[in-house]
């Protein structure tokens, strides 16, 4: 620019116009702008992670406490898990394209052995105006209650562990649903690009390499 936009009796009042957007480019706080921002991306993605939901937990608890060999408790002990991955399925289907393409119906849910066809008639019979993410744990805790009934859970202290790591699970799936329906304000992402973009066109500028000898910010090194 200060060669080749330049005419020789404008070098005088463009080194002074470098001089003050130098000055005055360290009062955009770029740097405490990008951390803010940085840190508040990075913790929702690290929380995130955190609460995407592993059944491993739930799965040996289940299969710890429920006791017998027989296959109507295995079927107990496997729709248990079933219906809580079933509940994770369809929070999911809300939140990740991936798994939408995947899943986009509750066909599909029902091909795929998530859910069995008289469950998917349950799961309509219900009107309700909002989303049914959490049935399939509510019908989870049924099948808890029924085994402490057949006292295939020999005491209610360990159903009582069984139900609460059943609700830590549906918990960090809440929390998941929270971070897709309140994404970051759209303000603060537009700030921050209207912040950069201003900080490199004045930067653009403040940095000009000056080579006139009366100028107060003359460069000591001419690079052309």
Not at 106 to 134: N, S, T
Not at 143 to 160: G, H, M, Y
Not at 170 to 199: E, G, K, S
């Amino acid at each position: 620019l200060y060669y080749l936009l330049m005419l020789t009796y404008h070098f005088s009042t463009f080194e002074q116009f470098v001089h003050y957007c130098d000055e005055k480019l360290d009062y955009i706080p770029l740097n405490f702008m990008l951390g803010f921002f940085v840190t508040i991306v990075v913790s929702r993605w690290v929380n995130f992670f955190v609460n995407i939901g592993y059944i491993d937990n739930i799965a040996l608890m289940v299969a710890a406490y429920i006791k017998g060999s027989d296959d109507g408790t295995r079927m107990l002990r496997r729709n248990i898990i079933r219906y809580c991955v079933l509940s994770q399925a369809l929070v999911f289907r809300d939140i990740s394209m991936r798994v939408r393409k995947r899943f986009p119906t509750i066909e599909a849910l029902v091909a795929a052995g998530f859910m069995m066809k008289h469950e998917k008639e349950k799961y309509d019979a219900i009107q309700y105006r909002y989303a049914k993410y959490w049935m399939p744990f509510q019908w989870a805790l049924s099948l808890c209650q029924e085994a402490r009934n057949q006292q295939k859970i020999s005491s209610d202290v360990l159903l009582e562990k069984v139900g609460e790591e059943i609700k830590r699970f549906r918990t960090n799936l809440a929390i998941l649903c929270n971070f897709d329906w309140v994404p970051l304000p759209i303000m603060y992402p537009q700030l921050i690009v209207l912040a950069v973009h201003t900080y490199f066109l004045v930067g653009a500028i403040a940095r000009q390499f000056i080579t006139s000898e009366n100028a107060k910010n003359k460069s000591t090194v001419n690079i052309f």
